[in-house]
């Protein structure tokens, strides 16, 4: 059923693809909005699939993405899969009149996602990305008040998610490897403070990065360090690591009037969030800032619902869910200035044939025992 078809009383049918450990934070949001039902899983593994099912009471129970598809009448399903399947799975959604809600990273490259919008905008259906940083009332504040210039023009921004991931998380047999994640640190992990910074900013105008790696015995990088100008002109450096013993995910933002900063790990609250005035600010102007009295902390629940009251409204899909490719480009910046040792811009991303089907870039490598690169 399509986004301009859905009557608002009907209660919508959704399916989950992958039965990991995000996709409980799904099955939990669905459950706790009553206008949508989880009616059928899907997992390769019948173990984790019947214990998945049986905990959130799930009828249809499939091995496959595609048995899925074909037994079940559906308004939504939910990607909860590896990367690399979403391609794949998205378009077999579109195929089968599904509107699509898919985990991040969304796509392995800029084509892939492409292919993926081009399915969706074909068919009509609704392609939901995944980014619940964007999510939270906090979060939505700010963004009014840089929207409407109470806190005068944005200059200067930081980005860090600085996490920690040890062998163990790499013992996973697709993790640490180019053609199971598609990218390192920088798209598993850091992909979501800098699309957190972009949705507050807007869009970027150049990339100029470096890759490493550091210590772990992955293909991809651990570390990356970015400049990042942004098209209003701010400046922002971002770094993305799994080698952070004290891990914070953290965004600053210096304004003409304020800094803005949110500090936390995974999912941030009012109390993450924090505006420091300007000297010469006046107190009445600092109050206008305040924070809602009414907080929703960020995550899977209020994203999930802006795709429910879209679906059930017949309206396109919010901001809090669109915009997948300006973080895949990012990123993908990242990836092909570390390579080409020189800064990226939007248009000379579009015509990089390298770095529009794949990630792959030139990793720096300076663990202990490998030989440092000449520069060139």
Known sequence: MTPSTTPAAVTLRAAIVGTGAVAHLHAQALAADPRIDLVAVSNRNASRRTAFADTYDVRGRYATHAELLAAETL????????PDLHREQTLDAFAAGVNVLCEKP????LAELDDMQSAADASGLAFAIVFQQRTGTAAAHVKRLLDTGALGRPLLAQCQTLWLRQDDYYAVDWRGTWDGEGGGTTLGHGIHQMDLLAHLLGDWAEVDARVWRLARDIEMEDASTAVIR????????AVSSVLSPRETSYVRLDTELATVEVEHLYGHSGDSWR????????????ASWAFPSQDEPSGHEPLVRAVVDALVAGTPMPDLVTHARRPLELVTAIYASATHRRPVTPTSLDTDARFRTSLRADITDLRPGTAVPTPT
């Open 75 to 82: 308004d939504l399903v939910i990607l909860c899969t590896p």
């Open 275 to 286: 505006i420091t005035p300007a000297r010469g600010v006046g107190e009445e102007q600092v």
């Open 230 to 237: 942004f098209a209003n002109g701010v400046v922002a450096t």
């Open 106 to 109: 969304p796509a392995l490259s």
